[in-house]
């Protein structure tokens, strides 16, 4: 320090004020200021000498703090001490240690010296291998020995221990292995301490058993010695596969444990441990154990804690023995499913009552979510054995599905909703526990459906309209949950079909339809949601249509129903087009009726008007076809009429926008109320569009010339102007917003997959000039040139000729434009990332594009931006770059002329090409770059003979990052990749060297 001035050396007495600081209130830069320099106290020279000045004082806390500083030192310095002051340090710890336990009071600093002594075990195992033995003479004699005197007499000083001593000496054990069942003992390292420990799992178990009989029981002590019993399970667990000797010194202790459970005091800790062992290590018990475990769980006070469960009673201990119970059955479940015993089917018959207690499920019931798991444990193990053997050679199995069915009959009643007021006082996460619940109990029924097939469905069936008929409204709503859950399982199974027409022919619907005003909305939504689960029923059956969708129809206006209904209705109309085409005018008429007495939220209109579109599309003859569509376009420019006046008069008021209670203006609440009916308008447009796609199920003429070559009707295409001038108009009106672009997008691509005339297929032409009409300060320009990669994709449906390559090269250069607006790649990566997308495939198609360009001038830009893309650090822009060279490289296989274009043009470029995947190879690229990067060096080395000098002469560039790598590794690193000639085996390699040239330190990576 200045002036040669010394902080003085603080003296025992000043640390120890430091240490009582931290106890005391004080400011937060006090305490922080204390423990830093408590933190350097440990890290002194000193250090072993404070603690052990520390330790003789008198206030607890501060010997604490003397043993932390011991553990401190053990795992920091260990390697520093020699074996005559490890030997001496353990006689301190020891001497402190018990002086500590025969003080009594509290046991804060006894539990930290006991820590202490197990770091160093762990540290010098050799200098302490009989620990065990040698603290059960040194607490039974009182006295301290050497840890080498003769342990004869351990039987004799174990009888000696008092409770208090015995729990002393499990603390130390309890430290010892968990602490060692941290450490990797596939290393030689640490062979000393693994042999250390088979020494003294024998006498461990002996002071368990000790502690777990005294006379008069201690609390405290038994409750030890389970949880060190419990430390020796997951050791032995650890190393069950490598040694038996620690599970079979533990198995004779499980017995005591069980017995253990029915005294009060034992009960919590061994139910955990049992517990714990059913669930993560049940090879560790016996068939004994399991024997005595069925006996116990028998016993009357077992069947107390049984029946307080079901009287509601979710108390901790009835909660833990609830989880033993299922522990237990999860452990033994292909024994209790193949029993034909009265004791083990008493259990399961316990088991399925623990499905039916009192209390809401995870609001009071904490037992019936684990319950359910063991249920569905059982329903997919029997399921597995029932189907892998012939069910009549099982004789068991009727009664085993017997326990199933009553399972799930008691599951299912447990997930009916309470009343609206006992619903009210639940808070969130009681609300998102029960319905979680809930699909756990669905997640049942579709197991149990794989196992009893469609009478499961025929049970719900009845059920359902049985509550209708009653008007149990909750029991129908849990009712039609249970039913819906079934949807996916019984979509192959035309047998379940007669239980669905009971269902959908019943009463329901007119139910639904509002004839009861009290009907809970709930009730309505999980029971409209049945029609879109079973689709597929109402295709085979297409006379139930017209009540379901009029049902759907009539909810549209509930916004609280609005979501899943309109979702109904485009599923619906859309698979059972080809039976409601002829209803198109009905469909219209309905859409005019309802758009003129009701506002529609955005989602509702945009789903319906899509299942509209559906229906219409199906119409065989055109013009009824385009006369359906010019209508639906009208109920559209009904909205964009409403845009075009809030524009000119943003305050005027007239026909509401959305209902004001709709989820779209809460996502929307930053959004002018033009822009938000723009948006909705052509969200309508992009559902219609998607809806008049041809179906994929329509079959394809492989060897027919495209319908897309042939002329369109002037009426077709004057609907197409019309759709396109929309387009247009709102595209003008809202120039910088991305959703209107995403949505234009969304529309245009609708029409790239079809391969005839339709109203979405514009004239290639007419979407290239809208492309062409966006720069690069456009709002998401990139989104703009994904779209013309589909564009470019779609083209082929045309036919090669001079248009289309006219059209692609129109293109090209657009692209090359936009890109010359960047300062460079990293500037916008997602332009990048899909011009060079774009470009490439381009290539794949129309190769001439690029090579034969004239000027040439944008070819070389192009290629200059991607070897900059390249060596550049953002992923997507590099990815692209590195999907496009491989697509360039392998053009060498081409025919001629395009051949030897490409070849020219690599006595340039591919030296470029080398330097720069050398860079990302020498150490540039990321890990998760290489396989992608690893393409074009494959083709370079495929194609080109002149590539293995590009490549050294790469390596041997100052730009090189790999500096250390001498010549020899980088020429047999290129000898590598050429003996492969463009295998698979060429990324190991190329990763190996970029491990070499990142430096060790990376290996992790490989």
Known sequence: MEGGHHEPELTTEDIEALILTLYRPNPPDVIAATQKKLTEIQCSPHSWAIARDLLTRADEKVRFHGALIIIVKLNTESSTLGDHNAGELLTGLLDWYMASVAHGGSVLVSRKLSSALATYLIHFPHLWRRFVPHLVQCMATGKLVAPETSLARFPEHLECLDPVRSRAILWVISNVVDDAAKVDFHS?????????????????????WKSLEYVQPDPKADEEAIRCLQSWVWFSQK???????????????????????STNDMFQPTVELLTDILTNFPSLLTSEHYTLLADTLEKAWCVNYYQRLQQGDFEFDAVQFGQLMLAYGEARVEILMRSENHQDHALLGKLCGLLSLNGHPVVEDRIFVPAVEFWSTYVETLTDEVFSNAESSIPWASTATSFVLEAVSNSWQRIIYPDANELS????????????????????????YALTGSRLLVTFADLLISAVSSEDWARLEAAAFCLGSLADCAKEEPQSDEALNSVFSSPLFNTLRGGHTLLPPRVRQTCVSLIERYTEFFERYT???????NLLFSLVGDTTLSQPISRSILRLCSSCRHHLHSETGAFLDEYQRMNATQTMECETAEKVLGGIASVAQALEIESERLQALRKIIGFVEIDLQTCHALIASPNATGRPICPPESRCLDESFDESPALHIGIRVLRCLSSVAKAFQIPAERPVEIDGNSKLEKEKSPQLADLQRHIFDIIVQLQRAFPQSVEIVDNICSILRSGFSETEHGPFVFPPRQIAEYLFSHTTHSPRIGALVKTACSFSSSLKQYGEGSMRDKLLADLFNWTIGLLRGLSGPEADPELSHNAMDFITRVLSGAPQVLIDAHPFDPSEFFFLFTLQALDGKEPLPKMASAGFWAHFLQLAGNPPPVQHRVIDLMKTLGPLVSESLMRNFGGNASRSELDKLSEPLKKLITWYPAAPGWLESALEQVSFPGSHLNPREKAIFVKKLVSLRGSRTTTQVARDFWLAARGSSFAYAS
């Open 188 to 208: 030689a390292h640490n062979s000393e301490l693994y042999e250390t420990l088979r020494l003294n799992v024998a006498e461990s178990t002996a002071v368990i």
């Open 239 to 261: 190393l069950a596969a490598r040694d038996s000797l620690f599970i079979d010194s533990l198995r004779p202790l499980i017995s005591a444990v069980i017995a253990g459970l």
């Open 425 to 448: 006082q639940w808070d969130n996460s009681d609300r998102i526990g029960f319905i979680d619940a809930r699909k756990d109990v669905a997640d049942l029924l579709q197991s149990t």
């Open 543 to 549: 006379e139930l249509l017209p009540p379901a969708l």
